[in-house]
């Protein structure tokens, strides 16, 4: 299997094919900064999964341009270096190399809240901010970096990787990408320079030229430097594919080791963070482009946590090396499930972003929607019960499932009941459309993993209040769910109407011309469905059209899937709400107006409602608790991880 492989970064031999990329790993520092114990936790539990190289987050070269630098890791203190020397010997001890990204810096995409009051952010040249800066203003603009302050930076790169390999890293990567510091000086929409590092293509490749020399200068000619980049940012006056292929070619020309290809920066952030309704191995037809133009070895990324699209990669040429950032955090045992046969075994990455980027974005640790522990791995570890109980677990969904999987791994007799003859409750319409294979393929890992767990599973039993007290468990979870409110309208035109979830679920709904009532999320991801079916649909939402689909937590999700409605030619009706359906058609009020649609059906998002009557009728007793939806419709990620939580820290 190409996969497992060894493959070379210049001098340094990896023992497969498999990098986790870099990613930000907030909330895992000690307070000063440095690496710290729960740091080398995460990151070890990816190299006891098999990675063959990880990447670390951005690591600032500097600490002189961006003050907000001077909380996070400094390869300059001597202390921060003793725990970059304790992740590598964590990460060698398993065979696996360590690759420290080195970043200039943010430039005119440092985040807003860091920016202190009276400093101006930099960049390549005066550009505006990507977003406000609240005590600059909406128009605030950055400060161009001095040449003298340039040529430093250039240099600083090679004090850090000196630093670096004294500190145990086997290689560096530059943060190259993403309309970050240094691709802004690579990049003409944001390098309008006329000193020696803007002004041609050359001289604004002059930034990362100096920096691969002061590598290979004071690093050792024999230290990889991998460079990642984008071909393109897909953004109008940003890179074009034919320069970032040029790029390519004058990598390999200053040293470079590796090429590591993306796509996309901030303006379209759906590249470098790719949404679910993207394909697996999105960004490889680049990979390919530049495998074609350079001797060097080429890392691709993008949604290549599919085995199968991963090795056909590989086996096909288009790429040396294949980089996983979030299907590493979902799945850290990825690489010996796969070298075991176990690809069914593998906890599929959602492409949710939720609890990886949403939870650092709000402040909370690096993690993952369906994988608790991630980030948690030290803290959150599940403790043997001391004495065997039992657990009854009512619903068979990712809550119920999630309890019951961690009920058994703490020593729990498990018993799942579940009143239907499936497991997985409304993932089954989330996963029906063709777009949602995330959602389809974390189903059949639930299905598959409520078989493999030690657990008495029962299907079709519809518990009753009686039927709990009379079991006896010493605990009991209730994840019985939610389902959607009936559509207000009882007119006569029954068969002329549907829910969501009964077109997902495979009702078809008749004639050709749909009208979905409601906005949300799930009436724009079904209106997409149909529209792809062949169907001419039309969304009426009683909000502006602003909101639409406003539920979808990731804007990366958010932007991509309007981009698709708009793709399929699907009509939006904002401020409009139906009143009654009518042998003609549907009647709205839009905008304080009466008027007919003419459609032959309506298919009508509502609102979920929690199945709670077992809650209600179970208030009373003290070793019932009550997990995901049934408590309050929401995310997947609420189900698992409050699943998680709840039996977790139960205490006999």
Not at 318 to 325: L, P, Q, R, V, Y
Not at 480 to 485: D, F, K, N
Not at 602 to 610: E, N, T, Y
Request: glycine letters at 10%; charged letters at 25%; aromatic letters at 8%.
């Amino acid at each position: 299997m190409k996969l497992l492989e060894p493959g070379y970064i210049g001098t340094l031999k990896v023992k497969n094919r498999v990098v986790m990329a870099a990613m930000g790993a907030h909330g895992l520092h000690e307070a000063g900064g440095e690496w710290s114990e729960r740091y080398r936790a995460y990151y070890g539990a990816r190299a006891a999964g098999g990675v063959g190289l990880i990447t670390t987050e951005a690591t600032f070269v500097t600490q002189a341009l961006e003050p907000f630098s001077k909380g996070l890791f400094n390869v300059a203190s001597d202390k921060h270096l003793d725990s970059m020397r304790l992740l590598a010997d964590a990460l060698h001890f398993y065979g696996c190399k360590l690759s420290i990204q080195l970043t200039a810096g943010f430039g005119r995409v440092v985040p807003p809240p860091v920016v202190p009051e009276g400093v101006l952010p930099v960049s390549a040249s005066v550009n505006t901010h990507y977003s406000p800066v609240m005590h600059l203003g909406p128009d605030a603009m950055t400060r161009e970096i001095t040449t003298e302050e340039a040529s430093a930076l250039a240099q600083s790169f090679g004090y850090a990787a000196m630093r670096c390999r004294e500190g145990g890293a086997d290689c560096v990567e530059l943060h190259g990408h993403e309309g970050y510091l240094l691709d802004q000086f690579m990049t003409p929409l944001w390098n309008r320079r006329d000193d020696c590092y803007g002004g041609s293509r050359e001289k604004r490749l002059n930034l990362a030229r100096e920096a691969i020399a002061a590598i290979k200068r004071d690093a050792g000619q024999d230290f990889p430097v991998i460079y990642r980049f984008g071909i393109t940012h897909h953004l109008e006056g940003g890179r074009e594919e034919e320069e970032g292929l040029w790029i390519a070619r004058e990598l390999e020309k200053m040293g470079a080791d590796a090429l590591h290809v993306d796509a996309g920066c901030y303006e379209t952030h759906w590249w470098p963070h790719p949404p679910q309704y993207f394909p697996p191995g999105c960004m490889l037809d680049i990979a390919e482009k530049v495998k074609k133009v350079t001797s060097l070895p080429v890392i691709a990324v993008g949604r290549l946590h599919h085995p199968e699209t991963a090795e056909r990669a590989l086996a096909e040429g288009k790429t040396d090396f294949i980089a996983i950032g979030r299907g590493l955090l979902s799945e850290p045992d990825w690489v010996n499930k796969i070298a075991d046969g176990k690809t069914d075994e593998l906890i599929p990455c959602l492409g949710c972003h939720e609890g990886c980027k949403w939870q650092m974005i709000v402040g909370e640790p690096t993690s993952c929607a369906i994988n608790p522990t991630c980030g948690h791995e030290i803290e959150w570890a599940l403790t043997p019960l001391a004495e065997k109980r039992s657990l009854l677990v009512v619903g068979g969904g990712p809550a119920g499932i999630e309890a019951a999987r961690v009920g058994a791994a703490r020593g729990f007799d498990v018993t799942l009941w579940e009143a239907s003859d499936r497991l997985g409750g409304n993932l089954w319409p989330a996963a029906k459309p063709d777009f949602k294979r995330d959602i389809s393929d974390y189903l059949k890992y639930l299905e598959g993993l409520a078989k493999r767990l030690p657990i008495d599973l029962v299907l079709n039993k519809k518990a009753t209040t009686e039927d709990v007290r009379n079991f006896g468990a010493d605990y009991v979870i209730l994840a019985t769910g939610a389902q959607m409110e009936k559509p207000p309208f009882g007119n006569g035109q029954a068969d002329k109407v549907l829910t969501v979830l009964q077109v997902l679920n495979g009702a078809d709904p008749r004639g050709d011309r749909l009208l979905v009532m409601g906005g949300g999320v799930i009436g724009c991801e079904t209106a997409l469905y149909l529209a792809r079916r062949g169907k001419q649909v039309t969304i009426s939402t009683r909000r502006d059209k602003s909101a639409l689909a406003e539920d979808l937590y990731d804007h990366n999700n958010h932007d991509v899937l309007l981009m698709m409605i708009q793709a399929a030619e699907i009509d939006v009706l904002p401020e409009t709400l139906a009143l009654k359906v009518e042998s003609d058609g549907v009647v709205v009020n839009k905008a304080g107006t009466e008027m007919t649609i003419p459609v032959d059906s309506l298919v009508f998002s509502g609102r979920m409602i929690p199945e709670n009557e077992l809650v209600k009728s179970l208030a009373n007793m003290h070793n019932v608790f009550s997990v995901g939806d049934c408590v309050k419709p929401d995310r997947i990620m609420e189900a698992v991880w409050t699943a998680f939580k709840t039996v977790r820290e139960i205490e006999p």
